[in-house]
């Protein structure tokens, strides 16, 4: 590759980089399909996120969205992360491809009009605990994730999931936890 055209792109990802609140040293965003408000995401350090991922934090009733991805966390293919009023995903968080994270819906509670007319509905802010992993076409809605979890492919969480839990399903339950006096992963329920 010429250098000239090296060059090139070493300054335009420069100048990509400085729109972020923060973009954190050896982190790589690869080709995102989308990224809105950029001055208020926070990305970490030695963090991946990966093709096609679509990033937001947007106002909301006159409230400035604000998202922070941590340090070492890799976030999938084809994600989709939107804060209106605050996600945070800690550090040394794995998600899988087509993940979605979101602190707020699209309003339904009129069936005379279109939901796309009836604006957006804030929930509560989102909180991924640092060590957790998240499987593929998760979402995330709304909820805190405890550390080091396990959200399993295609679950929908709208609770909290405390820490060092096993979590599947729609919605999502919690069927395994770690018990710190035995040091075993246990079938939720058995000691709980």
């Known amino acids: 590759m010429d250098v000239a055209v090296l060059w090139y792109k070493y300054i335009r990802a420069l100048a990509f980089r400085q729109k972020f609140g923060r973009f954190g040293k050896k982190s790589l965003l690869l080709k995102p399909l989308k990224i ?17 991922a679509w990033l937001a934090a947007l106002p909301l009733n006159g409230v400035q969205g604000k998202l922070t991805i941590g340090d070492h966390t890799q976030i999938g293919h084809f994600s989709h992360i939107i804060a209106t009023q605050e996600v945070v995903i800690e550090d040394h968080v794995l998600t899988a491809d087509k993940v979605y994270i979101s602190d707020n819906v699209h309003a339904y509670e009129n069936p005379d009009l279109p939901i796309l007319a009836q604006g957006i509905r804030q929930l509560s802010p989102v ?22 979890c396990v959200i399993g492919a295609n679950a929908v969480v709208t609770k909290d999931i405390p820490d060092y ?7 999502a339950k919690i069927i395994k936890k770690f018990n710190v006096t035995s040091n075993l992963w246990e079938t939720y329920g058995s000691e709980f």
Do not use: F, K
Not at 37 to 49: F, K, M, P
Not at 134 to 141: D, L, P, T, V
Not at 165 to 171: F, H, I, L, N, Q
């Open 127 to 148: 909180r991924i605990g640092s060590g957790t992993w998240i499987g593929e076409n998760a979402c995330i809605i709304g909820a805190r994730i405890g550390r080091n």
């Open 36 to 52: 809105q408000g950029a001055s208020d995401i926070y990305i970490g350090e030695h963090t991946q996120i990966l093709n096609m």
């Open 165 to 171: 839990c096993v979590a599947v399903g729609v919605p």
